[in-house]
């Protein structure tokens, strides 16, 4: 997402939708998009500015007013996956991604380790890779 155009060519493009030339004329002539002319024209006629509308702004975590509610789950029973967490948010209707689940829980301070019982059974190995000239069978 990048920066709003500036004010200035935001009116200059209007000023020629105003003068007569059509949005997608006056998008040629300034070098913007069809779609920004057009939106712009639409805005000046709405509201009376074809300034930019405030752009992103703090966002609010969804699952603080559960905090109380997600906190215990992980005191009774530590072992609990996102998933199951997630399936328990679901049973109150409240309908969230494992990334936010988990984000939660960051900010709280609480981190999902793997345990013992969760790691695989053993070490990942190299295999033995291709065969070698010396290791192959000479034909017959």
């Given at each position: 997402m990048g920066r709003p155009y500036s004010l200035d060519l935001r009116e200059r493009v209007v000023a020629a939708v105003e003068a007569g030339a059509s949005s997608r004329a006056a998008a040629r002539q300034f070098a913007v998009s069809a779609s920004s002319a057009i939106k712009w024209v639409e805005r000046i006629r709405q509201t009376g500015s074809v300034a930019a509308s405030k752009m992103g702004g703090h966002r609010r975590a969804p699952l603080n007013e559960l905090r109380v509610f997600l906190l215990s789950l992980i005191e009774e029973q530590p072992d609990l996956t996102l998933e199951e967490i997630r399936a328990r948010l679901g049973?109150?209707?409240?309908?969230?991604?494992?990334?936010?689940?988990?984000?939660?829980?960051?900010?709280?301070?609480?981190?999902?380790?793997?345990?013992?019982a969760r790691r695989r059974a053993g070490q990942a190995r190299r295999g033995g890779g291709a065969p070698t000239m010396a290791a192959r069978s000479t034909p017959a």
């Open positions: 049973e109150r209707d409240v309908m969230v991604c494992v990334t936010a689940i988990w984000r939660f829980y960051d900010r709280n301070g609480i981190s999902f380790k793997k345990n013992r």
